[in-house]
Protein backbone atom coordinates (compact mmCIF):
# COMPACT_ATOMS: atom_id res chain seq x y z
CA UNK A 1 0.00 0.00 0.00
CA UNK A 2 1.41 3.73 -0.34
CA UNK A 3 3.12 4.71 1.93
CA UNK A 4 1.65 1.67 4.45
CA UNK A 5 4.48 -0.08 4.96
CA UNK A 6 7.17 2.86 4.00
CA UNK A 7 8.89 1.23 1.56
CA UNK A 8 9.33 2.36 -2.59
CA UNK A 9 7.07 0.91 -4.76
CA UNK A 10 7.64 3.17 -7.35
CA UNK A 11 10.48 4.80 -9.05
CA UNK A 12 10.47 8.16 -11.24
CA UNK A 13 13.04 8.02 -14.18
CA UNK A 14 13.79 11.31 -14.80
CA UNK A 15 16.46 11.59 -18.09
CA UNK A 16 18.40 15.43 -18.50
CA UNK A 17 20.33 16.69 -20.30
CA UNK A 18 21.33 20.66 -19.83
CA UNK A 19 18.30 22.64 -19.20
CA UNK A 20 18.76 23.24 -16.07
CA UNK A 21 16.08 25.48 -15.31
CA UNK A 22 13.52 23.11 -16.27
CA UNK A 23 14.89 20.07 -14.85
CA UNK A 24 14.69 22.01 -11.39
CA UNK A 25 11.45 23.28 -12.08
CA UNK A 26 10.17 19.49 -13.04
CA UNK A 27 11.51 18.17 -9.68
CA UNK A 28 9.78 20.76 -7.51
CA UNK A 29 6.16 20.81 -9.58
CA UNK A 30 7.22 16.59 -8.79
CA UNK A 31 7.28 17.23 -5.14
CA UNK A 32 4.62 19.93 -4.64
CA UNK A 33 1.89 17.33 -6.64
CA UNK A 34 3.02 13.92 -5.39
CA UNK A 35 2.48 13.47 -2.10
CA UNK A 36 3.72 10.68 0.48
CA UNK A 37 6.25 8.52 0.33
CA UNK A 38 5.85 5.38 -1.29
CA UNK A 39 8.35 5.88 -5.01
CA UNK A 40 11.81 7.20 -5.12
CA UNK A 41 13.12 9.62 -7.82
CA UNK A 42 16.14 8.16 -10.13
CA UNK A 43 17.59 11.49 -11.90
CA UNK A 44 19.64 10.22 -15.19
CA UNK A 45 22.22 13.29 -15.99
CA UNK A 46 22.95 12.58 -19.29
CA UNK A 47 26.11 14.19 -19.93
CA UNK A 48 25.31 17.52 -18.86
CA UNK A 49 27.44 20.37 -18.96
CA UNK A 50 25.67 23.37 -17.14
CA UNK A 51 24.05 23.51 -13.95
CA UNK A 52 22.97 20.07 -13.87
CA UNK A 53 25.66 18.17 -12.38
CA UNK A 54 26.36 20.13 -9.46
CA UNK A 55 22.36 21.36 -8.65
CA UNK A 56 20.21 18.12 -9.30
CA UNK A 57 21.93 16.41 -6.27
CA UNK A 58 21.30 19.03 -4.46
CA UNK A 59 18.15 19.97 -4.88
CA UNK A 60 17.29 16.20 -5.27
CA UNK A 61 18.15 15.70 -1.83
CA UNK A 62 16.43 18.67 -0.73
CA UNK A 63 12.64 17.86 -1.85
CA UNK A 64 13.28 13.84 -1.64
CA UNK A 65 15.98 13.04 0.97
CA UNK A 66 17.35 9.95 0.83
CA UNK A 67 14.60 8.77 -1.94
CA UNK A 68 16.50 10.85 -4.45
CA UNK A 69 19.00 9.25 -6.51
CA UNK A 70 21.46 10.84 -9.23
CA UNK A 71 23.01 8.92 -12.18
CA UNK A 72 25.70 10.80 -14.47
CA UNK A 73 26.80 9.34 -17.53
CA UNK A 74 29.45 10.97 -19.98
CA UNK A 75 27.60 11.28 -22.60
CA UNK A 76 24.01 11.12 -23.70
Known amino acids: MPGGTGGTILSIIIPALN ?14 HTPG ?15 TL ?10 FGDR ?4 RSDQN
Open 19 to 32: QWTLSAECLRALRR
Open 37 to 51: DFFQVVFVDNGSTDA
Open 68 to 71: FLCL
Open 54 to 63: SQAPVLGREL
